[in-house]
């Protein structure tokens, strides 16, 4: 069953800690994306990444850092240097590049991961 | 950059009704728009997107329509039904450089009242 998958769903961190959301997909995607939402304020981009071993900064990733070293896989690292970590964080994937009509640029995103800061 | 204004923020309309949201965008090469609905505690998913080669798109009871002169896109619903209460969400990209970078809008919180 192909899908994007995150964990963990709910996650509780003291400050000064850092912490690491998983996201994994199977779709053979090759663009990933994480995003932060926050009410009120829609979905913000963090890191986006287009092909393995490289990735963007997206409107704010001060205090994140990301890893794409495999294809499946797009892992993002909530640093003690963000100011604000406490939100929910969605993961979501796409293909890169419209190629024969094969794809539509749609995000397919995962369930969400809630980081709360205690 | 891109910057996404979207309107309402919250909207509330009988069931039956009809239902309108709006977004502008700022960047003129925009091309790509897609809108997302994202049920209470579910993930965003895609319900319909226009491209910028069109004016409008529909599909079943909802439609969109794009202004690229006014760099304006609404999303319109009809014969609202309950489960349509969700927040949408539009968004905007630029594709030169294919990479479906989106950037979204505040999202719209709709509620269908029965």
């Known amino acids: 069953d192909g899908g994007i998958t995150q964990s963990p769903k709910y996650l509780f961190r003291k400050e000064g800690q850092n912490v690491t959301l998983s996201c994994e997909q199977n779709?053979?995607?090759?663009?990933m994306y994480w995003y932060r939402q926050d009410p009120g304020q829609g979905l913000r981009l963090i890191y986006y990444?287009?092909?393995?071993?490289?990735?963007q900064k997206g409107d704010i990733a001060e205090g994140y850092s990301v890893s794409r070293e495999k294809k499946e896989s797009f892992p993002l690292t909530v640093t003690s240097a963000q100011k604000n970590p406490t939100a929910f964080y969605l993961c979501?994937?796409?293909?890169?590049?419209?190629?024969?009509?094969?794809?539509?640029?749609?995000?397919?995103f995962g369930e969400g991961s809630r980081l709360t800061v205690l | 950059g891109e910057n996404v204004e979207q309107h309402p923020s919250t909207l509330s309309v009988q069931e039956g009704d009809s239902a309108v949201i709006k977004c502008t965008y700022s960047?003129?090469?925009?091309?790509?728009f897609p809108w997302y609905k994202q049920e209470l505690g579910k993930r965003p998913q895609l319900i319909i997107d226009?491209?910028?080669?069109?004016g409008e798109k529909k599909d079943q009871r909802i439609a969109v329509t794009l202004n690229k002169t006014a760099k304006h896109f609404s999303l319109h619903i009809t014969e609202t039904q309950p489960e349509d209460s969700a927040v949408y969400f539009c968004?905007?990209?630029?594709?030169?450089?294919?990479?479906?970078?989106?950037?979204f809008g505040s999202g719209t919180r709709l509620l269908v009242r029965p």
């Open positions: 226009i491209r910028s080669n069109v």
């Open positions: 779709l053979n995607h090759d663009a």
């Open positions: 960047d003129s090469a925009s091309n790509y």
């Open positions: 979501a994937s796409s293909f890169h590049r419209i190629a024969g009509g094969r794809n539509t640029g749609e995000l397919f």
């Open positions: 990444s287009q092909i393995v071993n490289d990735f």
């Open positions: 968004a905007a990209s630029n594709r030169v450089d294919s990479s479906y970078k989106l950037i």
